[in-house]
Nanobody
Framework: QVQLVESGGGLVQDGASVGLSCAAT????????VGWFRQAPGKEHEFVAA????????RYADSVKGRFTVSRDNDKNTAYLRMNNLKPEDTAIYYC???????????????????WGPGTQVTVSS
């Protein structure tokens, strides 16, 4: 099994930038796609971004395209989400998740990701 822990959240001002990290331990990280999701109060999990195991395919939600950047460093077993020009509507708990090994896509759906971190809160004040 693979364990994930997010870090880097906090309280920021409208327009600020924040970088999140997702550190993986346990079973192999390098052969898994990584997804970032968020959940605002009273809402369902929302897809944010995903990156394939090799970093060659990346997808973003329309709401974050051009502002957020997903990346990974397989040597460090870590994925990243750089968030620029944050808005109050970006306020949520942010989760990273990974697929089973050898899944080849950058998936939108939560069902493709059986392993999740506990999440980190990002709050954007106006």
């Amino acid at each position: 099994q693979v364990q994930l822990v997010e870090s880097g959240g906090g309280l920021v001002q409208d327009g600020a930038s924040v970088g999140l990290s997702c550190a993986a331990t346990g079973q192999t990280f390098t052969t898994r796609a990584v997804g970032w999701f968020r959940q605002a109060p009273g809402k369902e999990h929302e897809f944010v971004a995903a990156i394939t195991w090799d970093g060659l395919t990346i997808r973003y939600a329309d709401s974050v395209k051009g502002r957020f950047t997903v990346s990974r460093d397989n040597d460090k077993n870590t994925a990243y989400l750089r968030m620029n020009n944050l808005k109050p509507e970006d306020t949520a708990i942010y989760y990273c998740a990974v697929t089973p090994q050898y899944y080849s896509g950058a998936y939108y759906g939560t069902g493709q990701y059986p392993y999740w971190g506990p999440g980190t809160q990002v709050t954007v004040s106006s």
